[in-house]
């Protein structure tokens, strides 16, 4: 996967321009929305360091939050990879970071049709690489 670097990101805003101290891309492979906390100069290094090493790890983090997902999920069906938070929804969740889902059920397409799910991460050790680990230990469901 692309290693994204501050020329990859623009300012987030929110729906009355303000800005948000937020940086968004989204990655040429996988159409993934990228998060980072950062200021009016441009991203934070370390929370685009971390959503490089998210995304250096991306398949096994994914797969980590689909099982917390589907074991409170009586449904069967497909998880869509949405968005990774290394900014302030993650800052408010408490978590370092976040990943974001949809889920579509084959029987009914509708059910889950405004339905989002954010899984939480944790590191094991604040001063260490999140490569070390990162442990989902909450998720939200929200409705758009």
Known sequence: MHRLNHKDFCKSHDRDGLFLNEWVTETSEASIEVLVHGDNNGPEEKALENANIIL???EEIQAKAIRLLESFIKYKGTW???????????KKQECDFQLDFNFEVEEL???FMYTYFSVC????DQNASLH???????FIVGFR
Do not use: D, M, Q
């Not at 968005?83 to 302030?88: Q, T």
């Not at 070390?132 to 909450?138: A, D, E, G, R, T």
């Open 56 to 58: 250096g790890s991306i």
């Open 80 to 90: 869509y990879l949405g968005s990774i938070n290394v900014s302030n929804e993650a």
């Open 109 to 111: 397409p509708n059910e």
């Open 121 to 124: 991460f944790s590191c094991f």
């Open 132 to 138: 070390l680990h990162p442990h989902p230990f909450k």
